[in-house]
């Protein structure tokens, strides 16, 4: 199994909505990131997590809230967004090992519409 | 500045045509680089890994220059199905995967 899987593919939600987006990967990578992407952009890091734990957050505002309950899922918990937080979340997986030229894997992503 | 800068293209390209993207990396301590490929509202997709000493992968070569911090890859005989965005990516010891702007890339029949 090389997947990562994303639900749902795709989410409309109102400002004032509290929604959760799932990542879900059982290829034992002990690293999980969320990125976030425009049109027309790159994929943007948001957060990564190391054995579960959160080790890097790219100054992502706290309407966005990631959670990793055990090694194969992750959570982006949103709340109050912006109609400027549309985008299409994309959800990525990789080994933590030593070696390094391990590339990471991606899921299909969700595409977020705030209205 | 950004940890990866790329050739914004577009490229539009005939059919059996050479093409060759380029990037740079501001991080002298990263540890691994790839070349992505992304078609139109899909996710990125591993394309190649770049080796020091370069490597190849059918009409595909990659070439990594550390101490220039560059990376290229070169498409020869460009066929319809290439057509779609290129993205270099660089990992750093953090582990994190930094992205550049991507090449958009059309192969015109």
């Known amino acids: 199994d090389t997947e990562v899987t994303q639900t749902p593919k795709h989410l409309v939600m109102g400002m004032t909505n509290k929604k959760s987006l799932k990542c879900e990967q059982h290829?034992?990578?002990?690293?999980m990131y969320w990125y976030k992407q425009k049109a027309k952009k790159p994929p943007e890091l948001m957060f990564v997590?190391?054995?579960?734990?959160?080790?890097i957050n790219e100054s992502v505002p706290s309407r966005f809230s990631p959670e990793c309950p055990n090694s194969s899922l992750l959570n982006l918990h949103l709340h109050a967004l912006q109609p400027e937080d549309s985008a299409l979340y994309l959800c990525?997986?990789?080994?933590?090992?030593?070696?390094?030229?391990?590339?990471?894997?991606f899921g299909q992503g969700t595409r977020l519409t705030v209205v | 500045r950004k940890e990866v800068e790329q050739d914004p293209g577009p490229f539009n390209v005939p059919e059996g045509a050479t093409v060759a993207f380029n990037c740079t990396y501001s991080?002298?301590?990263?540890?691994?680089f790839f070349w992505y490929r992304q078609d139109c509202r899909k996710e990125p997709k591993l394309l190649m890994s770049?080796?020091?000493s370069g490597n190849e992968d059918g009409r595909f070569t990659a070439q990594l220059n550390r101490a220039s911090q560059y990376i290229s890859l070169l498409i020869r005989d460009s066929k319809l199905s290439d057509s779609a965005t290129y993205l270099c990516?660089?990992?750093?010891?953090?582990?994190?995967?930094?992205f550049g702007t991507g090449t958009s890339l059309t192969v015109i029949p």
């Open positions: 990525a997986s990789s080994p933590w090992t030593g070696k390094m030229d391990t590339e990471a894997f």
């Open positions: 290829m034992g990578h002990r690293a």
């Open positions: 997590y190391s054995y579960e734990k959160l080790s």
């Open positions: 991080n002298s301590a990263s540890q691994s």
């Open positions: 770049v080796y020091s």
């Open positions: 990516v660089v990992r750093n010891t953090g582990n994190q995967f930094y």
